[in-house]
């Protein structure tokens, strides 16, 4: 078999380590090395962090950092700064002299404006990996205003780009939906976890030495349904009095959460610990008697492969990605959205351990190594920007078409986005 051709690879996205607000930058950091370590040529294009420089190379991936202060936009809102400070991103380029991507990838539409500029100045083909949509968050209702907008620009980005890659056959189907997409459009590869980083040290520590311990984490948004799991620890507490539940994550739902644990009962059983480094998340989870995601709305759910990577016992919902990844039962626990009382009963099930359990872990471990390995998801990806490559065409502009949502309306309260 003839080699690879090495490709010049520019990945836009609003997030990259170390700043992280949720699991996107998690897919594009695995994503960026594990192309370089197959010989190619990988720039990512991304935000300013004060921690690291401006322009630096890390694990063969040159990653060139944008500062995005702008003067005051009052009557913009939120798609007129990201799309002025998408200005500051194509000029990032400036320092990488006659350097021409063969592809610009795209992760989702905050990047949607520089990755179609870029397309058309490099004549390359683009690439736009959709890793949720507004419709979506909203429980496939989209609200006016500032949702309806987000929507719109995420229609035009998969309308203008190549291929559109998403991580699970559900989220395949809600995009060809919402956007009216053709499926022979998509590409469905998964998200990736780096499995090594995750595995428990030798030897193992004592899970649940100082008592019970159920973690979870993620954005605090109305979407990841810890309300549930709060609701879900007033009931568990009858049968184990000890339990205590770690929330790690911020987001704009957080100060719900807090009330909501008052009003149950339970702001002594459970800690909002904030935003924790992968190093701390490790650890918490290493300790964890079981861990849970009781996501409403999950696209993929990077977080139930860090779970299982690390061998801790698992309770997840049966939605979207994560149905597809666990739905077998082998792994994990599944449990129905926004059912405390089975979300309360299958920790407890946990909690009790068993071999039946301790199987679950082993199995979890063993198909994350098997399937989820960024280098084999970095050769799909690849052959995606080479089928995007042969094209012939670049995209015509939108004809005026826009997402569609009839589903009802949430309350405010949940009304959150990212």
Excluded at 151 to 170: F, G, I, K, M, N
């Amino acid at each position: 078999m003839a080699a690879e051709r090495p490709l010049r690879v520019a990945l836009l996205s609003w997030e990259y380590p170390p700043l992280v607000v949720g699991g996107l930058a998690a897919h594009v950091h695995g994503l960026a090395r594990a192309h370089a370590r197959e010989g190619h040529d990988v720039v990512v294009l991304t935000l300013h962090h004060p921690d690291v420089p401006d322009d630096s190379v890390v694990d063969g991936v040159r990653v060139l950092r944008a500062r995005t202060e702008l003067p005051s936009l009052p009557h913009e809102g939120l798609l007129g700064r990201m799309s002025s400070a998408n200005h500051q991103l194509v000029g990032l380029t400036s320092a990488l002299g006659r350097w021409r991507a063969d592809v610009v990838h795209s992760h989702d539409w905050l990047v949607a404006w520089a990755g179609d500029t870029l397309r058309r100045l490099w004549k390359a083909p683009l690439v736009a990996t959709v890793h949720a949509t507004e419709v979506g968050r909203h429980q496939g209702h989209l609200p006016t205003g500032q949702p309806e907008a987000v929507a719109s620009v995420e229609w035009w980005l998969t309308y203008q780009a190549r291929r559109v890659v998403t991580c699970s056959r559900s989220m395949q189907a809600e995009v060809h939906t919402a956007f009216q997409l053709p499926l022979d459009k998509i590409d469905v590869i998964p998200n990736g976890v780096d499995a090594a980083v995750w595995v428990p040290p030798r030897p193992a520590p004592l899970r649940g030495a100082d008592g019970p311990l159920i973690v979870t984490w993620g954005r605090l948004q109305y979407e990841k349904g810890f309300q549930t799991l709060i609701a879900a620890m007033s009931e568990l507490r009858r049968t184990v009095p000890g339990a205590q539940l770690v929330i790690a994550g911020t987001g704009t739902y957080g100060d719900d959460l807090r009330r909501l644990a008052t009003d149950h009962g339970v702001a002594d059983a459970v800690r909002f610990a904030g935003f924790v480094p992968d190093a701390e998340l490790r650890e918490l989870l290493h300790r964890a008697s079981a861990v849970a995601i009781p996501s409403l709305y999950e696209p993929f759910g990077i977080v139930a492969l860090e779970a299982l990577a690390a061998g801790a016992p698992l309770v997840a919902t049966r939605t979207g990605g994560l149905a597809e990844i666990l739905g077998d039962g082998r792994t994990a626990l599944l449990v129905e959205p926004d059912d405390p009382t089975a979300a309360a009963g299958a920790l407890a099930r946990l909690l009790a351990g068993g071999d039946d359990i301790r199987r679950m872990s082993v199995a979890g471990s063993r198909l994350v190594k098997e399937r989820y390995g960024w280098d084999a998801i970095a050769t799909s990806t690849r052959q995606v920007y080479r089928e995007a490559g042969s094209k012939g065409r670049t995209p015509r502009e939108p004809a005026g078409a826009q997402p569609r949502s009839t589903a009802p309306k949430r309350p405010s309260s949940a009304r959150t986005t990212d």
